[in-house]
Structures are given as structure tokens and as C-alpha cells.
């Protein structure tokens, strides 16, 4: 089923918990999925791209963290 606007709030709570924590292979997913139903989310892109980061993905960290600044370069 699609993830509505409510399931992406609960998804970003989820994934940030992690993230704070600085678990982010556990918060991976969530922003994952988040991004899978709305992938311009740039929030979601930029803590992917941290996650991404952090897992020595840094090609992924690179394109998810442009991606998110711009969109959201204000």
C-alpha cells in the first residue's frame, strides 16, 4: 500500500530516534522507505546520506547529501 503523509511522519519519528542515538544502520530503513515514497523528502535524503556516510558508503553519502542541499538550500 502507499505510505501516506501521516506513515512518513511516523517513519521520519522512527528512523530519528535511531539517528540521535547514532544507530544509523537501524535508521537506514526508515528513511529508505520515506524516500521510496517520496524521494525529493530532503531531510530524509540528508540523514540517508549520513547513514550512508558513516557505513563507508560515501558515494551514496555524496549523492543523497547534494541532493538534499538542493532542495532545501534556503
Do not use: W
Amino acid at each position: 500500500h502507499p505510505v501516506l503523509g501521516q506513515d512518513i511522519k511516523t517513519l521520519m519519528k522512527q528512523g530519528n530516534v535511531f539517528f540521535q542515538d547514532q544507530q544509523y544502520r537501524k535508521a537506514l530503513p526508515f528513511y529508505e522507505q520515506v524516500l521510496k515514497a517520496k524521494p525529493d523528502h530532503a531531510e530524509a535524503l540528508f540523514k540517508s546520506g549520513v547513514c550512508f556516510l558513516f557505513r563507508f558508503h560515501k558515494d551514496l553519502a555524496l549523492d543523497n547529501i547534494d541532493r538534499a542541499y538542493q532542495l532545501d538550500s534556503t
